[in-house]
């Protein structure tokens, strides 16, 4: 890989994380929970691609990276559905806290 390899990915990298960063801040609170099941399910793809490369990696630094990135990618993955659950309990009803006593009928 030559300079110029390096300069082209470095540049997409920087553009993409601030059009990522520019899309997610003007999306509306009440959208935040189905734009996490989206990204989910983006995370996963990313998850089964960092797979793919670990498999097919044969020196030490590939396996390093390799490995780096599927544990990256779950933690993702499974941050990702604690904070849709979290923002799913929400929107469920409070249910009134039962205390002793309350479920026998009065004499």
Do not use: C, W
Request: proline fraction near 4%; avoid cysteine.
């Amino acid at each position: 890989m030559n300079g110029s390899d390096i300069l082209t990915l470095i540049t997409i990298f920087v553009l993409s994380a601030f059009v990522g960063f520019e899309v997610i801040s003007k999306v509306p609170s009440i959208l935040h929970t189905p734009l996490m099941s989206g990204t989910n399910a983006i995370h996963g793809v990313v998850l089964v691609g960092s797979m793919i490369v670990l498999g097919t990696a044969s020196g030490g630094l590939e396996i390093t990276l390799g490995f780096v990135a599927v544990v990256l990618a779950t933690i993702n993955v499974v941050g990702g559905f604690v904070v849709t659950d979290r923002m799913l309990e929400m929107f469920k009803g409070r249910q009134p806290a039962v205390t002793k006593g309350d479920d026998e009928a009065p004499k």
